[in-house]
Nanobody, 115 residues
Framework: QVQLVESGGGLVQPGGSLRLSCAAS????????MGWYRQAPEKQRELVAR???????NYADSVKGRFAISRDNAKNTVYLQMNSLNPEDTAVYYC?????????WGKGTLVTVSS
């Protein structure tokens, strides 16, 4: 069993920044990839960013140039730096990890962008 715990969410003003963290623990062998997904009210869950062990990244078009994903392999931790936030970024952000071809999910952290 792999557990993922997110932190760093909260309330931020438009144009502000937040940094999300996700730490993996439990029965971890080799994590092939980690990433962030988000789900806004009345919308589908969507990919935000993903990073492999080698450092290859994927981003949703809506966040390119504003968000940056990074990973500390030694600590089994992934980060999401979010800049220039706008109200459309408001959502619950979920951490995920791919371990031996199985996908694991955190419980989510709420990001609210509002004045």
């Amino acid at each position: 069993q792999v557990q993922l715990v997110e932190s760093g969410g909260g309330l931020v003003q438009p144009g502000g920044s937040l940094r999300l963290s996700c730490a993996a623990s439990g029965s971890i062998g080799s994590i092939a990839a980690m990433g962030w997904y988000r789900q806004a009210p009345e919308k589908q869950r969507e990919l935000v960013a993903r990073i492999t062990t080698s450092g290859s990244t994927n981003y949703a078009d809506s966040v390119k140039g504003r968000f940056a994903i990074s990973r500390d392999n030694a600590k089994n931790t992934v980060y999401l730096q979010m800049n220039s936030l706008n109200p459309e970024d408001t959502a619950v952000y979920y951490c995920n990890a791919e371990v031996h071809y199985r996908w694991y999910w955190g419980k989510g952290t709420l990001v609210t962008v509002s004045s």
